[in-house]
């Protein structure tokens, strides 16, 4: 098979495409795919038509196929050029996915970019549509209630994905003028087993998600106090359409997928809907910032870790928002809620407070992330060297680190630290201890390592640069923060220890225990 697979577009809207689309569901059914609106076939056997889709596109052959070079955004024209969404954030290979486009262009075409290692080039072109004709989509509407921006846009193509690999994607909107946007897609696995699982992180992707005028952080007049009280995935993401995972994620996937250990791949909105996901994985790996999670997200991977799956944050300010998954008018799970300081306005305060849409370590329901990740997020901003203290831990084997070593603005720009007084599991172990100063304070930044009763090994880095250091002195390091090829060097093999090693199994069993050294330190 060649490095490119083109595929006819379905234009129009829902009901334009109806007929297009039962002939789409019938060859699904043949090839025993799962598609978008398969609800009405067997279940039965679309999930094991689905799983055995999965099974002949497991990330590994992927490694040392031939890339594509040419998939970065070359240029991003006005805000209006043309941007989009899709409508779900993963699919399982073989199922439908619809795209909404707007774009000022007579035309546009689609392009699939697998992120992976592909010898250097780091994406590959899976699939690409042909001419699509392009038109202004009309202005989004805000629930004024929740202040949600949604566009509610029609639908301009929907395709399938047989023989896509299980991976992350960008889906490059190219219009015939020559501007470019990013949709993120995540093709998910079915099954995890002996598989080291990267959890992506699209509600924190939207969380951030300005387009239209709002966020869960502000809202158009730039206050706080404007902010969205829920956001919906039916509108396009901001800046490039992929900022956060371009930033946070990406350089993750690369080395993991060049280090060519089994993986498989998820986000935590699937996670939050079927524990199942995680059965018999090795690992879980959360990527560089996920802030927003889920109750049941957050139950399912503490499940994962009791029966032994080794789980590693790759970041800062992790599992520390609880939010709510709600349906509306284009389908279920599409709106985030969080209320964040005004969660006594949320309709769940008074009848369930397990639900309420605040920070996990405040009431009602109380439970600090610390409990799962080992340490406690703390504060913004800071700038501040990574200071290694256990320099002879296995983590670092081969970095050539003694006790003392920094790495200039390695911890930034939020940050985590093992708190006094906030439950953290143990035997733990501090392997890093990293004084900063915020806004004023001085304090610590901790990277901690512990092992659970089942043998998992949990890891935290306690702080959101650590996959941006991946990228430091590189033509991709964009926001790189004056971190120096040392830097990436020293997190690169860091890194590769911990995922070889969390590959392997319960690390308690074939990596050292933990020295716990809390109160020392």
Not at 24 to 44: H, I, N, P
Not at 282 to 301: F, K, M, N, S
Not at 382 to 411: I, K, N, S
Not at 465 to 472: G, H, K, P, S, T
């Amino acid at each position: 098979m060649g490095p490119e697979r083109r595929e006819t577009p379905r234009h129009g809207t829902e009901d334009g495409s109806a007929l297009r689309r039962r002939t789409f569901l019938e060859a699904c059914a043949c090839a025993g795919l799962v598609s978008a609106a398969a609800g009405a076939c067997d279940r039965s056997h679309a999930v094991h038509g689905t799983r055995a889709a999965a099974a002949a596109h497991r990330p590994e052959a992927e490694r040392d196929r031939p890339g594509t070079p040419d998939w970065r955004i070359r240029s991003l024209g006005p805000a209006a050029a043309v941007v989009g969404y899709a409508d779900r954030v993963s699919v399982t290979p073989g199922e439908e996915c619809g795209l909404y486009v707007s774009t000022t262009a007579p035309s546009f075409r689609v392009s699939a970019f697998r992120v992976g290692w592909y010898g250097g080039a780091e994406a590959r072109l899976v699939w690409s549509s042909g001419r699509i004709p392009g038109s202004v989509q009309p202005e989004p509407y805000l629930l004024s209630g929740t202040r949600t921006v949604r566009a509610d846009w029609q639908r301009s193509l929907s395709f399938g994905t047989a023989h896509w690999p299980e991976g992350a994607y960008l889906l490059r909107l190219d219009t015939e003028d020559g501007h470019q946007r990013y949709v993120p897609l995540i093709v998910r696995s079915v099954q995890s087993t002996g598989r080291t699982v990267l959890m992506h992180a699209p509600t924190t992707w939207q969380a951030y998600n300005r387009w239209g005028g709002y966020s869960l952080y502000e809202g158009l007049s730039g206050e706080y106090a404007t902010r969205s009280l829920a956001v919906s995935f039916d509108r396009p993401y901001d800046s490039d359409g992929a900022e956060k995972f371009m930033v946070y994620e990406r350089a993750a996937v690369v080395l993991a997928e060049r280090l060519g250990i089994p993986l498989a791949y998820t986000t935590g909105m699937d996670v939050h809907r079927d524990p199942q996901v995680l059965h018999g994985a090795t690992a879980v790996i959360c990527l560089g910032h996920d802030e927003y999670w889920t109750p049941e997200q957050r139950r399912h991977i503490t499940q994962a870790r009791d029966a032994g799956t080794n789980l590693a944050f790759l970041g800062a300010n992790t599992c520390f928002r609880r939010i709510r998954l709600e349906g509306d008018g284009t389908g279920p799970e599409r709106t985030m809620v969080c209320y964040k300081s005004a969660f006594r306005a949320d309709p769940r305060y008074a009848t369930d407070p397990s639900q309420v849409t605040t920070d996990f370590r405040q009431a009602p329901g109380a439970d600090p992330e610390s409990s799962l990740t080992g340490v406690l997020y703390e504060g913004y901003p800071v700038d501040a060297p990574y200071v290694v203290h256990a320099a002879d831990h296995w983590l670092y084997e081969g970095t050539g680190v003694r006790p003392g070593d920094g790495f200039d603005h390695l911890v930034g720009v939020e940050y985590d630290r093992v708190t006094p007084g906030a439950p953290v599991p143990e035997p733990l172990e501090i392997t890093a201890h990293s004084p900063v100063v915020c806004n004023g304070v001085r304090s610590s930044s901790d990277s901690a390592y512990y092992t659970a009763h089942s043998g998992a090994g949990v890891f935290a880095t306690g702080t959101m640069r650590w996959v941006e250091a991946l990228m430091a002195e590189t033509p991709d390091g964009g926001r790189d923060h004056g971190m120096d090829a040392r830097t990436r060097a020293f997190v690169t093999r860091t890194t590769e220890n911990l995922l070889h090693a969390f590959a392997e199994g319960p690390a308690a069993h074939h990596r050292p225990a933990p020295r716990p050294n809390m109160t020392q330190v």
